[in-house]
């Protein structure tokens, strides 16, 4: 049972095939999901070429800000960035708990990411796009910087892409009226290229002793 986590013999702290037919994959450390959900978005885009059906399908990684850290995660992204229509529907959900790389959340933040997920901005964009590639090659470098900068300059996002992603957020990852709404915009808009969503959370929220202990109930979920 659950009491057995982490303990010899007892059930894995990471995700185990054998353990689950809910676990897709097994895993040794934490700064995996990025390279398995890359490897799925991409299966589903072959897959979707004899079943129609796959080419819906969203894979959703989830990875937390200490994770993010190794090298195997921004080997993922980078990678990410060059798999052209493989990524198109990987949406990476980066859970940051200690603030330590985003700037202040608040109403404003929360409109912005809203409406930077819309299928309205979205399609702006991409017909934008369409528009910069009709220019000279200088212009339209010019164009696709001007566009990650503004956006970098409002969200703080400019790393993730540098790295390729589209980012949104910071969002509030406790307020479910504005990060539900996030996450369907994401799921409904078309192929997009990878997409990096950066919600903010509070470690162990609801429960005071994992609240008020920062080393402790990380493996808890």
Not at 123 to 130: I, P, V
Not at 143 to 165: Q, S, W
């Amino acid at each position: 049972g659950i009491r057995t986590l982490r303990q010899p013999g007892g059930l894995s702290g990471f995700t185990r095939r054998s353990e689950s037919p809910y676990d897709p994959f097994g895993a040794a450390h934490s700064s995996t999901s990025i390279s398995a959900g890359l490897g799925m978005a991409v299966a589903h885009h072959l897959r979707a070429e004899h079943d129609p059906s796959y080419r819906e399908r969203n894979v959703v990684a989830v990875i937390g800000d200490g994770s993010i850290s190794a090298g195997m995660a921004y080997e993922a992204m980078n990678n990410a960035a060059v798999a052209g229509p493989g990524a198109g529907r990987l949406i990476v959900v980066l859970n940051d708990n200690e603030m330590s790389i985003a700037p202040p959340v608040g109403a404003m933040s929360n409109y912005l990411s809203r409406l930077m997920s819309s299928r309205q901005f979205l399609g702006l964009r991409d017909l934008a796009g369409k528009v910069a590639r009709r220019l000279p090659e200088r212009l339209e470098r010019t164009a696709k910087k001007a566009d990650e900068y503004a956006r970098g300059m409002i969200t703080g996002g400019t790393l993730f892409e540098e790295l390729g992603f589209y980012y949104v957020g910071p969002v509030d990852g406790h307020d479910l009226t504005q990060l539900v709404p996030i996450l369907r915009n994401l799921r409904d808009a078309d192929d997009k290229g990878p997409i990096l969503l950066h919600i903010l959370t509070e470690k162990g929220r609801g429960y005071r002793p994992a609240e008020s202990a920062g080393d402790k109930y990380h493996a808890v979920a």
